[in-house]
């Protein structure tokens, strides 16, 4: 339901209730990276269930459909002998803590479709536990309603896209309604009490609105700890971490932090990192001296902003085709895809969404459309949302907020180079950041410097040729390509990589060269 590419790493899935195909591929882990979208289930129960969840006792399903294999989740669409049609959604392991995951996504909807009036497809039934005849977690929702803009955009004129533009200004305007007492998920009260949880109850406003999903009982929502993946993945899940809810961004900012540390302290290994030295390894070291960098800076970036932010909810992933519009018209009929939704300071929220990327080449016609698009967004905001408009305006704004991007989960993407680059700029900015006076309690040496230079020029380098790929059409940034044209990526790639190769000096930068290509 989420994407209609794969990844260039991977084989094919037949996404059934068995097992994935696996074959021989490229990429070292692959077995790991398929094991965390295998999603075991009883096909038969799901039907059964499904079935069942749409009221009627005399309807069947006469046609099931797989969807395209999301990063996510399972999805299939069911048709009913009475004409309805269902989805029925399972998270695969990748897609965080299976029962927080499930019960935030269940609460977050409910609140924002019953409460702030967000078009929503309808629940109607889940379980946030596998223990039921389905083996697994599950959400059966109401298909949702009209068409993804993503079919439709390219072909519509500017003035149509600058009226879908307003919606979804008009929508976010409501999210912007109601400020929340802390930062984390939204969930129901009686989930987390299951959980012997601490959590935040909302007010007796946010409180009272109607329940739709299993019973009549009016809910009482409550922000309880993120289920974002970062904070869960692989020995996190054992682990007595800080998952929120938070008051500030600074508690936020030390959790971060001392999360990283904890696991790291337990669970690092050294390992190559090619793009720093093909001598010396990557040290779970390395990695703690930075933490403890970020946390040293963290208490000036986290009231940098001068200004009292609210917390908000915000959609985490608003492209093309998770905004549905009617055929004709583009009215937005439905938003779908809440799933990782939280509530948190508007400045660690994405400034614009997603389908507002800017694509093209600089000064392209293409550019200077998105362009367009992009400013008449910025202007709506500042006029509908004057506050959001003046956090995310800030030309230090992403100097001040990266560092809290990089910091979870940095060590399982091998990305230590971008923490580093970011603590860099910090320091760089410090003075522009209003510190001017005040001594950063943060410092590389030049030897450091040298070095992380040295790393810098080599991934420009890669990333120069990776963007002339995608620019060419051959190869998009990432990796991701259509199944259909997996064949002839992987013959591409195996070229470019050969070209590459060839482009070093010497038999030491050719063996360089050889390991850092990204897709292998």
Request: hydrophobic share 35%; charged share 25%.
């Amino acid at each position: 339901m989420q994407s209609t590419v794969t990844p260039l790493w991977r084989a094919l899935e037949d996404g059934s209730e068995e097992q994935i195909n696996m074959v021989d591929l490229y990429r070292s882990g692959e077995s790991e990276k398929l094991a965390m979208r295998y999603r075991k289930f009883n096909l038969q129960a799901l039907l059964d269930t499904s079935v069942k969840a749409a009221g009627n006792d005399e309807v069947y399903c006469v046609k099931l459909l797989k969807c395209v294999e999301g990063q996510f989740n399972k999805a299939f669409l069911l048709t009913m002998s009475n004409g309805l049609e269902i989805v029925a959604r399972l998270p695969n392991p990748n897609a965080g803590p299976a029962f927080y995951t499930i019960a935030s996504e269940v609460a977050t909807r409910h609140f924002l479709r019953e409460k702030m009036g967000i078009p929503i497809p309808r629940i109607y039934d889940w379980s946030a536990e596998a223990c039921n005849p389905v083996g697994a977690e599950y959400i059966i929702e109401e298909k949702a309603g009209g068409q993804p803009l993503g079919n439709v955009w390219a072909d519509l004129t500017l003035a149509a896209q600058l009226d879908v533009v307003d919606q979804v200004v008009s929508m976010e305007r409501k999210l912007a309604s109601i400020s929340f007492p802390k930062h984390g998920c939204i969930y129901y009260e009686t989930d987390l009490k299951s959980r012997s949880l601490d959590y935040e109850a909302l007010d007796s406003l946010v409180s009272s609105a109607s329940a739709t999903c299993q019973n009549d009982k009016q809910p009482t929502f409550v922000i309880g700890p993120s289920a974002n993946p970062c904070f869960w993945e692989q020995e996190k899940i054992a682990m007595n971490l800080d998952r929120g809810p938070w008051r500030s961004v600074a508690d936020y900012a030390v959790a971060l932090g001392k999360n990283e540390i904890e696991w790291a302290t337990s669970h690092a290994r050294p390992r190559v990192n090619f793009h720093r030295s093909m001598e010396t390894s990557e040290k779970p070291n390395d990695y703690i001296t930075l933490l403890k960098d970020f946390l040293a800076l963290s208490p000036y970036l986290a009231s940098s902003a001068n200004i009292e932010q609210p917390n908000r909810v915000s959609h985490p992933d608003l492209h093309l085709d998770n905004v549905f519009v009617e055929p004709g018209t583009n009215r937005i009929t439905c938003i779908i895809d809440w799933q990782q939704t939280s509530v948190c300071p508007i400045s660690l929220q994405r400034p614009y969404p997603q389908m507002l990327d800017l694509s093209g080449t600089p000064h392209s016609d293409k550019s200077r459309h998105e362009r367009k698009l992009l400013d008449h967004y910025d202007n709506a905001v500042k006029e509908t949302d004057p506050l959001r408009w003046e956090v995310h305006t800030d030309p230090l704004l992403t100097v001040k907020t990266k560092p809290f991007a990089l910091v979870p989960g940095c060590w399982h993407r091998e990305d230590l180079f971008s923490l580093r680059n970011a603590l860099i700029a910090v320091i760089a900015r410090w003075a522009d950041m209003g510190y001017g006076e005040i001594p950063c309690p943060v410092q590389f040496s030049e030897k450091e410097l040298l070095q992380h230079q040295d790393e810098m020029d080599l991934l420009e380098g890669i990333s120069a040729i990776l963007h002339e790929l995608q620019d060419t059409g051959l190869i998009p940034l990432g990796g991701m390509v259509r199944r259909e044209y997996y064949e002839r990526a992987m013959e591409l790639n195996d070229r470019f990589k050969r070209e590459f190769i060839d482009l070093a000096e010497n038999e030491r930068q050719r063996e360089l060269h050889a390991k850092v290509w990204p897709y292998q």
